[in-house]
């Protein structure tokens, strides 16, 4: 899991703007992989939003207000889950900083269930 967060932490410093929308899905992609099978308490709400996020970043003309207030979301959720995490916790934790910086709070925003109901990449096996 170690290169997926500094894959991600390496496009939230470079700023998200500069990341093709087609590379942030396949980063979101990754990370729906690696959470697919974890039972944390608030793993299924992450799931959802990465689902929403890569739903909107592989449209041709993605909805920025929608994305940053899935950033934001994610964000917040993953710095509380990190608490709970048995390692990487400090990863955890900057990632969710980084992602909450990198978004707006949008409080109005609404769960996409179609998104979360059909995600694109197969759980991996181990």
Known sequence: MAVKFAGTMNAINRGLDATKPAKGADM??????????IETPGAKGILRDLASL?????????????????LHRLGAATTKIAEKADTSQDKLRALGEALTEAGEDSPDEEEDVAAAASPKRARKKA
């Not at 979101?28 to 099978?37: I, M």
């Open 54 to 70: 890569r739903k909107q970043l592989e449209k041709d003309a993605p909805d920025a207000d929608r994305v940053h207030a899935l």
């Open 28 to 37: 979101v992609e990754d990370w729906e992989a690696a959470l697919a099978d």
